[in-house]
């Protein structure tokens, strides 16, 4: 009975989505997205690209003064090592698990739950957010052309035409 209420009340929240048919505001952003949709599609692809390049290259440059520990399965850094995590566990144990750190990166969130501590590494991280920054434009940029687009039509008195 529980489950049945449950649903019932996710049925009433997905009747806000319903409203979208008739605000105009919310009926031009879909036009703009939709008009965009293969800049963003294409942006998705170079995002995805850049999550696999960033990750590849910061495993490998943070590797520098490390040894693989076979009896516990992870990478660390060497005692004798000039960086400051010596003889702890390296933060870049694999590229999956480094895609976490690429993506957290080029969305400048940056939790700063893994940092780079090699130079090499510290030079692929600024590239990283630098990166970053031009994702977040880029999609800005193709929005706001779209928008204003579909915005001089809607004023026109136009019907909306998805391209």
């Not at 049945?4 to 409203?19: E, G, P, T």
């Not at 919310?26 to 390049?53: D, F, K, P, Y």
């Not at 590494?121 to 990283?128: P, Q």
């Amino acid at each position: 009975v529980l489950r049945i209420l449950r649903m019932a009340k996710l049925a009433r929240v997905l009747r806000v989505l319903k409203i979208g048919r008739y605000s105009e505001g919310i009926q031009l952003m879909v036009v703009a997205v939709c008009r965009a949709g293969t800049a963003l599609t294409w942006l998705l692809l170079l995002n995805l690209m850049a999550v696999s390049l960033f990750s590849s290259l910061i495993f490998y440059v943070e590797k520098d003064q490390a040894m693989f520990d076979v009896h516990a399965k992870y990478w660390v850094r060497q005692n004798d090592s000039r960086y400051v995590d010596a003889g702890q566990r390296c933060a870049f144990q694999s590229i999956p698990a480094s895609m976490w750190w690429a993506i957290v990166t080029l969305t400048t969130v940056g939790y700063g739950d893994e940092v780079p501590v090699t130079e090499l590494g510290k030079v692929v991280a600024s590239l990283t957010m630098m990166t970053g920054l031009l994702v977040i434009a880029y999609p800005i940029t193709i929005l706001t052309s779209s928008f204003q687009q579909a915005f001089e039509e809607w004023k026109e008195g136009k019907e909306f035409i998805k391209r």
